[in-house]
């Protein structure tokens, strides 16, 4: 079974760097494209953006200043860092695994909450 | 970007009956539109991708129709693990968007 699995800190001061960890069990991060996905208070989702079985990346361009997504094939997992964060950046934090050949997502960690305050 | 509006934002329902719930693309997006189901302290569920097909595992009182700009999710027969979040999200082109969310309640 596909598991997917956030960690990370859960406060970080402002102007700082964010950076989390999806470990993912039972499934490849060399197939298919790897996403993160943000759910910020009040509910609104953003997509953040994926990297791919190739390790491409393609961000939102409203974070594409600020994000890098980069994977440890070794360890089957993939990083998220956003940089310069505000208390904007506070919201609930996603990793998930997109549909084969397709960019919807099959497979949801269960988010890890990140606090940007000082 | 493509702007998703999403509506009922709350919708009372008793378990048995059948509920609709609507998603608006500001552009077309053919066929490319994801329901997710959200509940609390769990992974988000895929119902329902490319419109209409069931993601394995989804029952079948849930269903999803639409193309071009607007989408519906359905869920019949409602039981009372529907009650909970549901999302919609477009695929057609980057970034990716979602709607802001339905939140089904027992009536």
């Known amino acids: 079974e596909v598991q997917l699995q956030e960690s990370g800190p859960g406060l970080v001061k402002p102007s700082q760097s964010l950076s989390l960890t999806c470990s993912v069990t039972?499934?490849?991060?060399?197939?298919?494209?790897w996403g993160w996905i943000r759910k910020f208070p009040g509910n609104k989702m953003e997509w953040m953006g994926y990297?791919?079985?190739?390790?491409?990346?393609s961000y939102n361009p409203s974070l594409k200043s600020r994000i890098s997504i980069t994977r440890d094939t070794s360890k089957n997992q993939f990083f998220l860092q956003l940089n310069s964060v505000t208390t904007e950046d506070t919201a609930t934090y996603y990793c998930?695994?997109?549909?084969?050949?397709?960019?919807?997502?099959?497979?949801w960690g269960q988010g890890v909450m990140v606090t940007v305050s000082s | 970007d493509v702007q998703m509006t999403q509506s009922p934002s709350y919708l009372a329902a008793s378990p048995g009956e059948s509920v609709s719930i609507s998603c608006k693309a500001s552009?077309?997006?053919?066929?490319?539109l994801a329901w997710y189901q959200e509940k609390p302290g769990k992974a988000n569920k895929l119902l329902i991708y490319?419109?209409?097909t069931l993601q394995s595992g989804t029952p079948s009182r849930f269903s999803g129709s639409g193309s071009g700009t607007d989408f519906t999710l359905t869920i019949r027969s409602l039981e009372p693990e529907d009650f909970t979040v549901y999302y919609c999200?477009?695929?057609?082109?980057?970034?990716?968007?979602f709607g802001a969310g339905t939140k089904l309640e027992l009536k």
């Open positions: 552009k077309s997006i053919s066929t490319y």
């Open positions: 990297i791919s079985y190739s390790g491409s990346t």
């Open positions: 998930a695994r997109c549909g084969y050949g397709s960019y919807y997502f099959d497979y």
């Open positions: 999200q477009h695929y057609n082109e980057y970034p990716p968007t």
């Open positions: 039972g499934y490849s991060i060399t197939s298919n494209y």
């Open positions: 490319s419109g209409s």
